[in-house]
């Protein structure tokens, strides 16, 4: 926090910007999301996908999504980053590419020493839309509406990026929480994810 003496003497303090990266994790298509967070308001400022070629050797896609983050965190440059947590998949094939790339994401942010933070998927949900069971296109609207987006982020991965880049920022200290709270209790909210 920076700080300084208005003219009566009080002192007032600025909140500094924190840059969180936001990681969905998936060997196919990564989505990441970075925001700048300054006290209780959020702003998007960079995202999208990184994708690896289908049909080739694992190593060679795990290679090229290691060397596409490492250009993101060196362009962006964040203080903190947060990466969805791995959930039980039905699907052992999946769950094992997914574990693969966070495991790559993990690799890259700990090479560069920037702090890592978890977060599981009702964390997510209850951060973003106020309750754990919202679902997929609720939390895309909330993205949309929590960082004063045109539209919603595209692909999926892009908006779940910055869904979890969102969690971290209302976990680590923001009233954005009070935010949620009061939007999931008035009937704009309801709404709104109607439409």
């Known amino acids: 926090m920076k700080s300084w003496r208005s003219l009566t003497g009080k002192t007032y303090t600025a909140p500094v910007p924190k ?3 936001g990681i969905d994790p998936g060997l196919a298509r990564m989505g ?3 925001i ?3 006290g209780s308001q959020l702003k998007a400022m960079e995202y999208g996908t990184i994708t690896s070629e289908a049909h080739t050797d694992v190593e060679k896609r795990l290679v090229v999504v290691f060397e596409k983050l490492q250009k993101v965190l060196k362009k962006v440059k964040p203080d903190e980053v ?3 947590e791995l959930f039980f998949a039905r699907n052992v094939k999946t769950a094992i590419s997914v574990g693969q790339a966070r495991g790559v ?3 890259v942010c700990g090479l560069a020493r920037v702090p890592v933070f978890e977060y599981k998927p009702a964390e997510i949900k209850q951060a973003v839309a106020g309750f754990g069971a919202a679902n997929k296109e609720q939390i895309q609207k909330m993205v949309k509406l929590l960082l004063g987006l045109s539209e919603v982020p595209k692909p999926d991965d892009t908006a779940d990026a910055l869904a979890i880049a969102i969690t971290h920022a209302q ?3 923001t ?3 009070e935010i949620v709270k009061k939007l999931a209790k008035s009937s704009v909210y309801s709404t709104f994810l109607k439409r």
């Open 32 to 34: 990441y999301g970075v």
């Open 36 to 38: 700048v967070q300054k």
């Open 105 to 107: 994401a993990l690799l």
């Open 171 to 173: 976990c680590s200290g």
């Open 19 to 21: 840059i969180i990266l």
């Open 175 to 177: 009233r954005l929480s």
């Open 82 to 84: 947060a990466i969805e």
